[in-house]
């Protein structure tokens, strides 16, 4: 049974940061596409960063580029998402998605899906 679990969220002020993490259980990680979306309240799912299988690809929104980093460690089957200098519009559920076939920036391109995990910014 394939499981990906996200921890690392919590509530911080606007400037801080947090590191999220994406471990995964019944799926060897190196061999997918490992991606980040988040739901704000009201809003629609939206994609937020993505590795390659590689490690050599990754990619982000717009709007999180040279705030966020992506990254894996092959060892620990997990992936991360480093988040600097969070604003409040970056609120909202995150989660970790992974797909053999390569990244993409849509969500149903993804057969496999973590629970999320709060990401709260606020003053």
């Known amino acids: 049974q394939v499981q990906l679990v996200e921890s690392g969220g919590g509530f911080v002020q606007p400037g801080e940061s947090l590191r999220l993490s994406c471990v995964a259980s019944?799926?060897?990680?190196?061999?997918?596409?490992v991606g980040w979306f988040r739901q704000a309240p009201g809003k629609e799912r939206e994609f937020v960063a993505a590795?390659?299988?590689?490690?050599?690809?990754?990619y982000y929104q717009d709007l999180v580029k040279g705030r966020f980093s992506i990254s894996r460690d092959s060892a620990k089957n997990t992936v991360t998402l480093q988040m600097n200098s969070l604003k409040p519009e970056d609120t909202a559920v995150y989660y970790c998605?992974?797909?053999?076939?390569?990244?993409?920036?849509?969500?149903?391109?993804?057969?496999?899906w973590g629970q999320g995990t709060q990401v709260t910014v606020s003053s």
């Open positions: 998605v992974a797909d053999a076939r390569g990244w993409s920036e849509y969500a149903s391109r993804y057969d496999y």
């Open positions: 590795i390659s299988s590689t490690g050599n690809g990754k």
């Open positions: 019944g799926v060897t990680l190196d061999y997918h596409a």
